[in-house]
């Protein structure tokens, strides 16, 4: 992602482009799979942590980016495909497979969410749907080890 759809990404969630904003957007845009704060951290050597923190939070305010519990303690930050912050819920609902040999998250676009009924009174405002096993590379690899 270049700077110029970064910063028409970050204006349409009504967050202001800063210099360290962009960055953090364009790494995450570059990225094959969900990332954690130390990942980010290692690619972007340039921002503090606390900075990429916190531009994290404000995305997540914003509904640029939804967190991931990965399965494994950790939490992963994705890009929202959804174009704007207009909705108080993530309209970027999916399923995620967390591998658990290899630890990688994958995002299951096509693999439909089941409808869950609340109780009365209750009200969704996020889901983390995360469906756990051992991906196509790693099921791959152990059978050309055996």
Known sequence: ???KTSIKLLSSHDIK???NRILVVKALAAEEYPS??????????SVDKSGIFRALTLFREHHL????????????????RSQSDDDEEDEDLHVHFFCERCHKIY?????????????AGFTRTS?????KGICEDCNRRARQAR
């Open 1 to 3: 992602m270049d700077e």
């Open 17 to 19: 482009p800063t210099s």
């Open 36 to 45: 954690t704060l130390t990942e980010l951290e290692t690619h972007l050597v």
């Open 65 to 80: 980016v939804h967190t991931i519990e990965d399965g494994n303690g950790g939490i992963r930050y994705e890009l929202c």
């Open 107 to 119: 995002c299951l676009h096509d693999t439909p969410v089941p409808a869950i009924e609340l109780p």
């Open 127 to 131: 889901c983390n749907y995360v469906v």
